[in-house]
């Protein structure tokens, strides 16, 4: 089965878990599965409307999945999906 990585800030919604097994055929089906089991996570996954955030990072080995086929993705037994968490802002100080 697939292993998908949740990261530190997300796992208080997916009861505290940092990876799952998941037997899906793409990404997208991967993560249908992940929300079914963790309904908190799919508001900080998913928009309204259904699409991926765009803030959300998933690499799939160590691609990202926007460079292969998105959500569409086909994932084997021995993948690791991760989901990646953007990082922002910064610090415009002087030096």
Do not use: C
Not at 3 to 30: K, W
Not at 42 to 60: A, I, M, P, Q
């Amino acid at each position: 089965m697939t292993v998908l990585r949740i990261p530190t800030p997300l796992r208080p919604y997916a009861e505290g878990v940092s990876e799952i097994e998941i037997g899906a055929e793409n990404v997208g089906l991967a993560l249908e599965e992940l929300t079914s089991r963790y309904p908190a996570l799919r508001k900080h996954l998913f928009t309204d409307d259904g699409e991926l955030r765009s803030y959300v990072n998933l690499f799939l080995n160590d691609e990202d999945i926007r460079h292969l086929q998105g959500t569409d993705t086909p994932v084997s037994p021995d993948d690791r999906l991760m989901i990646i968490p953007s990082i922002a802002g910064g610090w415009e100080g002087q030096s």
